[in-house]
């Protein structure tokens, strides 16, 4: 799957917009991708000389695969997705393990927990393109 349909899907927008593509989507999770660019306005001062993603968006990453992953699971039933804007409601957990640079590709991999009214919880887990670990969270988004 292709950005366009991840721009039909969530309403995230370049700059804010840091999954490529969506390679899996399975009703269990999703897993996309994003290559990390050297042009991103975040290295101009995270750090100028020693450019490192910063964690909060590599964060956003999994939220918005999570977003993706939750618009497809409700389209056909009966809900609108369109109408739904996804919210982050709570970050109960992230580890960083590994640094982010511009160059690399990420994989990024959300699974779905349960659902309790408009709260769906996920847990999410970045890799580097070596396959060594970046980072893992858990989390909810409401869609509201």
Do not use: W
């Amino acid at each position: 799957m292709s950005s366009p349909d991840i721009l039909a899907a969530i309403p995230h927008r370049p700059p804010f917009l840091f999954v490529d593509e969506i390679t899996a989507l399975s009703e269990t999770g999703a897993t996309g991708r994003r290559l990390i660019r050297a042009e991103e306005p975040q290295f101009a001062g995270h750090y100028p000389g020693n450019p490192i993603m910063p964690g909060v968006l590599l964060c956003e990453a999994t939220f918005q695969v999570a977003a993706y992953y939750l618009v497809k699971k409700l389209s056909g039933s009966g809900v609108d997705p369109a109408t739904l804007t996804p919210v982050l409601a709570r970050i109960v957990e992230s580890k960083f393990k590994n640094m982010v640079r511009p160059g690399d590709t990420i994989t990024i991999e959300v699974g779905f927990r349960e659902t309790m009214g408009k709260f769906h919880f996920l847990t999410g887990k970045i890799t580097n393109q070596d396959g060594k670990p970046v980072l893992t969270n858990e989390f909810a988004l409401a869609l509201v």
